[in-house]
């Protein structure tokens, strides 16, 4: 049954990015730049034989002791800090869209005890997946009160530590894979991967999700394949139900990886130890569930559910996930992307509960306008649109509403030919990961060998599936670039082997 799992997954996966990296190359992948897959496929190619070569100085290193582990970690981790301190300088943002709203109520909140005078007061009714958002905002800027800094700073810094934690776990993790030495490589392709820098001053749940997916893997590693469960991972479930309960608030496509993860899991370890492992994550993820819902959600000093409509219908994003030829045909939209037109027809209704049919009604009709051909190729272009953007919308969300608009580096970034080279430096970098994981998956099924990797694919492939069907946008991926990372490493490692053999044949 395993097996036919594993394979199944793999034969997706290859043919999923075969069919992205195709179209990369010949269809427009970024709505909002003009960019050549060609080139891009060419620097790709250069990455992946930097990544090998930097790969080898490691490698060839017999031993990296604790002393020299931690300075190297300690440089990197200092080197990385300067970098998103010039970012925050340079490139920061007023805080606007969604995320903006969000501060703005959490700062009102945070001075004056109620969200009256808030912009957009209504919002948390409308979309309630962003209340958890706005109390974690609170807590850091009523906590950054006491120490004298500002609410934007507070959140500045909270951003900050997701992302860092992230650097950490997955440093931590490809140690437990695999050794120090390969650990720090980990934090080489890190830094390769600048969107994840270039959000430094965006504060949302796509930066604030960061560590959910890596740490619930990580995390999962101390499950022990036994019948008993010990004490320490009674604590592990406990802290796994919080992740789950926190993946589900803060971005609920993170639930993906512990829904692989757990499926998997029936393989790896005893029935009955899953069972045991599951009912304490599931009782502690209801238990605060709970807890959430009566402290902050019903808690009237916060003044959520206000109004009549209620929330968005989940048929709302579905159908803003088809694009209308005849309205967007410009395609400004990312192909599904947010529409403000969708979000008025949506709002038209009386209530949420009322507009769901119309909704379903109208995602039917432009279904059925694009036809049968229409809309697969509408999907294939929506995918290649989201997997095929390497810089995750990064450039774009930081050129909304800037702080600076003449700051160096902002500057910089808006010149023609610097800017094209970043475009292709991060072009080049997804279609790497791209191009790495389609080897590593034909080489699983030709050589029918174990899949380590098989949970991270599969959550791969449900949010490949799900943004299909959702609303579409790149910044959606950003949250997986972790999991991306663990795949690049494991594959760089398995081509300098290769290599590696076949050149020892030829001496």
């Given at each position: 049954?395993?097996n ?36 891009s496929?060419?620097v ?22 604790s ?16 970098l ?18 969000v ?16 912009p ?6 409308l979309?309630p ?40 776990i ?8 695999y050794?120090?030495?390969?650990a ?21 749940s ?26 320490k991972?009674?604590?592990i ?8 309960f926190?993946s589900?608030?803060?971005?609920i ?32 993820f ?8 009566f402290i ?40 599904g992307?947010y ?13 949420g509960?009322?507009a ?33 953007d ?5 450039l774009k ?15 910089t ?32 099924l ?11 694919k ?12 959702w ?13 991306f ?21 030829k001496?």
């Amino acid at each position: 049954m395993k097996n036919f799992f594993d394979k199944t997954i793999n034969i997706f996966i290859a043919l999923m990015f075969i069919l992205i990296i195709l179209g990369t190359l010949f269809l427009k992948v970024n709505v909002y730049e003009n960019i050549n897959g060609f080139i891009s496929l060419v620097v790709s190619l250069l990455v992946i034989y930097i990544w090998l070569k930097v790969f080898k100085i490691f490698k060839i290193k017999k031993v990296i002791n604790s002393r020299e582990e931690i300075t190297i970690f300690v440089a990197f981790f200092t080197l990385y800090s300067i970098l998103q301190f010039i970012i925050l300088k340079q490139l920061s943002v007023i805080p606007s869209w969604d995320f903006g709203v969000v501060f703005d109520n959490a700062k009102q909140f945070a001075d004056t005890g109620s969200r009256m005078g808030a912009p957009y007061f209504e919002y948390f009714d409308l979309f309630p997946n962003n209340i958890m958002l706005f109390a974690i905002l609170l807590l850091a800027i009523k906590f950054g009160y006491v120490f004298g800094l500002s609410a934007i700073a507070s959140c500045y810094i909270l951003n900050i530590l997701c992302i860092d934690t992230t650097y950490i776990i997955l440093y931590l993790l490809i140690r437990k894979m695999y050794n120090n030495k390969i650990a720090i490589f980990s934090l080489v392709i890190f830094l390769c991967f600048l969107p994840i820098l270039i959000y430094t001053p965006i504060f949302y749940s796509d930066t604030l999700s960061l560590p959910i997916g890596i740490l619930f893997i990580y995390l999962f590693m101390f499950i022990k394949n036994n019948k008993r469960i010990e004490k320490k991972e009674i604590i592990i479930s406990i802290l796994l139900g919080t992740l789950l309960f926190l993946s589900k608030e803060i971005k609920i496509t993170t639930c993906f990886i512990f829904v692989s993860i757990i499926f998997y899991n029936n393989f790896k370890i005893s029935l009955t130890k899953n069972i045991k492992v599951c009912s304490i994550i599931f009782i502690t993820f209801i238990m605060l569930s709970l807890s959430f819902n009566f402290i902050v959600i019903k808690n009237k000093n916060f003044a959520f559910n206000t109004t009549l409509y209620g929330k968005y219908p989940y048929t709302h994003w579905i159908m803003m996930g088809v694009e209308d030829i005849d309205a967007d045909n410009s395609c400004r939209n990312s192909y599904g992307g947010y529409n403000l037109n969708d979000y008025i027809f949506s709002q038209s209704f009386k209530t949420g509960n009322d507009a769901m049919k119309p909704d379903l009604n109208e995602y039917f009709k432009r279904v059925s306008k694009m036809g049968i051909i229409g809309y697969p190729s509408f999907l294939y272009k929506k995918a290649v649109n989201a997997w095929g953007d390497g810089s995750y919308f990064s450039l774009k969300a930081i050129s909304i509403k800037p702080k600076n608009e003449n700051s160096f580096i902002r500057n910089t970034f808006n010149n023609y030919f610097i800017k094209n080279i970043i475009l292709y430096y991060m072009q080049g970098i997804q279609i790497a990961f791209i191009l790495l994981t389609i080897i590593n998956s034909i080489y699983i099924l030709r050589k029918k060998k174990k899949d380590d990797l098989i949970p991270i694919k599969t959550s791969i492939f449900m949010l490949f599936i799900f943004l299909l069907i959702w609303e579409n946008r790149s910044r959606y991926l950003l949250n997986y670039i972790p999991l991306f990372i663990i795949i690049i490493i494991n594959e760089i490692n398995y081509l300098y082997n290769f290599f590696a053999k076949i050149k020892l044949k030829k001496h």
